[in-house]
């Protein structure tokens, strides 16, 4: 039996809508804007806004007005309302920022950490520093393929299926994680180089490759939240097996474990960062060596890319980490092994091949898109009217 809608869950389904709206936009909305963009009447519009500001949601402040037209008001983030935290963990090190509706960031706070799962003790010591009543949800983004959501897989760490829940312990917030590749590809579809393109991929570059597929905005996750391991295909015929148990992975021969593997380095525990950086520098003042081994990752980079494209036809791919350096540095070589890789009927038209924009804030960026998804739902904007 088709379920009828109270005219009570279509407000709620719209204060839902008004608050994506906010939240999703790239500049503060007029409540006019909110209105053409809901589809809705100014009226409606403004008792929606009434109810989100009793509920401390949101808040009106007067816009700058051109002279022409009626005065309008700005919708922004109530100044008491909901935080949603955002935790950035990375091999070595960890960043917690405050985010608020809409976006904005404020950084608070970060450290070193031991390696081990302890390193949560430290974020959570962090979070209830920094908690205020105004903490709603908390969004991570770590490194390696989390299952099912909750089951982290860290393999420079040596962590396998380590339970989010045994991490962070009883009584926290609303929490959400994600691999952070895929959060920073998530950064720039919502906030970024790829805003507003139905099909688009992102690749993050460390210590090797990491990638999402991006449709409409959200980034594809998979049955078991593990797709898009497109640096553990073996796309370039690297002759190496690869730690994750794959002979011949994209991740061999693209990143900064690659680069080390050339220079004595020793790839594979998430350390080495310094030499990799070493290596770019000297390509970059132009010794043969460093150039020939940055010359290859560039090359593999565009081979895998073109692969890929042949598979999702992406409107553009977007870079991060030392993807960013490669583009900078050569940015012929990756689009020429691209075209290689491409079917002969897709040269005329590439995938453009851009540096992203949100950069090394994106996996902290696209962990606090995550927190705010986890709670920009009309059972949360329900409870807290
Ligand atoms: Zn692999």
Same mark, same amino acid.
């Not at 379920?3 to 719209?14: E, H, K």
């Not at 994680?177 to 099909?199: F, H, P, S």
């Given at each position: 039996m088709?379920?009828t809608?109270?005219?009570?869950d ?13 939240h999703d936009?790239?500049a503060?909305?007029t409540?006019?804007?909110?209105a ?9 519009a403004?008792a ?6 009793r509920?401390?949601?949101l #808040?009106?402040v007067?816009a700058?007005?051109?002279?022409r037209?009626?005065?309008t ?8 309302g909901?935080l ?5 963990f990375?091999?070595d ?7 608020a ?5 404020t950084?608070?706070?970060?450290g070193e ?5 302890r390193?949560?003790?430290d974020?959570r010591?962090a979070i209830?520093r #920094?908690?205020?009543?105004?903490l709603a949800?908390?969004g ?5 393929p989390?299952r099912d959501g909750r089951?982290?897989?860290i393999s420079h ?6 339970e989010?829940?045994d991490?962070i312990?009883?009584?926290?917030p609303?929490?959400?994680?994600d691999?952070d590749a ?9 906030r970024?180089?790829l ?6 991929m #992102? ?8 990638g ?6 959200d ?8 797709a898009g391991?497109f ?7 690297s002759?190496?097996?690869c730690?994750?148990g794959?002979?011949g992975?994209w991740s061999l021969d ?5 680069l080390?593997r050339?220079f004595?380095g020793e790839?594979g525990?998430g350390?080495?960062?310094?030499l ?5 520098r ?8 460093a150039?020939?081994?940055v010359d290859a990752n ?8 073109g692969?890929?494209?042949?598979a ?6 977007s870079?991060?980490g ?10 012929e070589v990756i689009?020429?092994?691209?075209a290689?890789?491409?079917?002969a009927f897709?040269r005329?038209?590439p995938?453009?091949i851009v540096?992203g924009?949100v950069g090394?804030a994106?996996p902290l960026?696209g962990?606090a898109?995550?927190?705010w998804?986890?709670?920009l739902t009309?059972?949360?904007?329900r409870?807290?009217?």
């Amino acid at each position: 039996m088709p379920q009828t809608m109270t005219s009570a869950d279509l407000r709620t389904r719209n204060q839902v809508r008004l608050l994506r709206a906010v939240h999703d936009a790239d500049a503060p909305l007029t409540r006019a804007d909110a209105a053409r963009r809901l589809g809705i009447g100014r009226n409606t519009a403004g008792a929606l806004v009434a109810e989100l500001e009793r509920a401390r949601l949101l #808040h009106e402040v007067p816009a700058e007005t051109s002279g022409r037209g009626r005065p309008t008001t700005l919708l922004v983030p109530h100044p008491d309302g909901p935080l949603a935290f955002a935790v950035d963990f990375r091999e070595d090190a960890w960043t917690l920022a405050s985010v608020a509706l809409g976006g904005a960031i404020t950084e608070l706070e970060g450290g070193e950490h031991d390696r081990t799962p302890r390193a949560f003790a430290d974020i959570r010591a962090a979070i209830e520093r #920094h908690a205020s009543g105004r903490l709603a949800v908390v969004g991570f983004a770590t490194s390696g393929p989390i299952r099912d959501g909750r089951r982290l897989h860290i393999s420079h760490l040596a962590w396998e299926d380590v339970e989010l829940d045994d991490l962070i312990g009883a009584d926290w917030p609303t929490t959400a994680v994600d691999n952070d590749a895929r959060l920073a590809g998530l950064a720039e579809a919502r906030r970024g180089a790829l805003r507003g393109m139905g099909t688009a991929m #992102h690749f993050h570059i460390d210590f090797d490759i990491g990638g999402t597929l991006l449709l409409g905005g959200d980034a594809q996750r998979g049955a078991h939240n593990i797709a898009g391991e497109f640096g553990h295909m073996p796309l370039t015929g690297s002759a190496l097996r690869c730690m994750c148990g794959v002979l011949g992975c994209w991740s061999l021969d693209v990143g900064a474990n690659a680069l080390m593997r050339r220079f004595g380095g020793e790839p594979g525990y998430g350390t080495g960062r310094e030499l990799a950086q070493e290596v770019l520098r000297r390509a970059e003042d132009g010794d043969p060596e460093a150039g020939a081994a940055v010359d290859a990752n560039a090359a593999a980079l565009g081979r895998g890319l073109g692969a890929l494209a042949n598979a999702l036809d992406p409107e553009a791919i977007s870079l991060s980490g030392l993807g960013v350096d490669l583009i900078r540095l050569r940015r012929e070589v990756i689009e020429d092994h691209c075209a290689e890789g491409l079917m002969a009927f897709r040269r005329d038209e590439p995938p453009r091949i851009v540096s992203g924009t949100v950069g090394a804030a994106g996996p902290l960026t696209g962990a606090a898109e995550i927190a705010w998804d986890a709670i920009l739902t009309e059972a949360w904007v329900r409870a807290r009217r």
